[in-house]
């Protein structure tokens, strides 16, 4: 079964330094990745995606993201945060066998993110 | 543009009692569609998710259950709310497995 793990819970940031925040996911197969962030009170949003190609993907705000095949890795990056960028991220994956094909969409458990002014 | 919309925000229900939570989805067909629960600590939980009507796939058993009647409706149902049932739902919908999903505004349960 697909799995996605977050190690991190709960990351404390002062405003320009760098961040990253790790995730790893367990599936034999292809698969698509994703990262979300939820604002406070606002919905969940797409950061960025990746299917095929370039390992690096960037997404909005700044943030990217490499896709690490061996080590089933997919960390967001960000070289110089900003107190806006409090939030919550989610890592994603997509893919897995069902009845009806890979449309199984599975998160991790977020991380949380404070940025000090 | 598409849409989607869940309703209600916010329910108090006694345990006990039934529920059922909606979604809807505007401006695409045969979208796949999806329930979470969220809960602090424990990220996004995918409850039910669906490729087509009639079709749902379940990913945790519990107290619970999905319908989709229509090609854009998804229902979130229960007989008998636990107080364990209390959290945030959320309902998404993607086009395709190649796509991200899209997320509604979400539900938040209290069972009193």
């Known amino acids: 079964a697909q799995s996605v793990s977050q190690h991190n819970h709960h990351v404390i940031l002062s405003e320009a330094a760098s961040l990253e925040l790790g995730c790893n996911y367990s599936?034999?197969?292809?698969?698509?990745l994703f990262w979300y962030v939820q604002y406070p009170g606002q919905h969940l949003q797409l950061l960025l995606k990746y299917f095929s190609g370039d390992p690096l993907v960037k997404g909005i705000k700044g943030f990217e993201a490499e896709f690490i095949k061996s080590k089933f890795s997919f960390n967001l990056r960000k070289p110089s945060v900003q107190w806006s960028d409090t939030a919550e991220y989610f890592c994603a994956v997509n893919g897995g066998r069902s009845n009806f094909g890979n449309e199984k969409l599975t998160f991790g458990t977020g991380t949380r993110l404070t940025i000090i002014p | 543009s598409q849409t989607i919309h869940q309703w209600p925000a916010t329910l108090v229900q006694p345990v006990g009692s039934p529920l059922s939570l909606e979604c809807t989805v505007e401006g695409t067909s045969n979208p796949n569609l999806y329930w979470y629960r969220q809960a602090a600590g424990r990220g996004l939980q995918l409850l039910f998710y669906?490729?087509?009507?009639?079709?749902i796939s379940s990913e945790v058993p519990q107290n619970l259950s999905a319908s989709r009647p229509q090609d854009r409706q998804f229902i979130l149902s229960s007989k008998k709310l636990l107080l364990s049932d209390s959290g945030f739902y959320l309902c998404?919908?993607?086009?395709?497995?190649?796509?991200?999903?899209?997320f509604g505004q979400g539900t938040r349960l209290t069972v009193v």
């Open positions: 669906s490729v087509g009507i009639g079709q």
């Open positions: 599936y034999g197969g292809t698969v698509n």
């Open positions: 998404a919908w993607g086009q395709g497995w190649d796509t991200e999903a899209f």
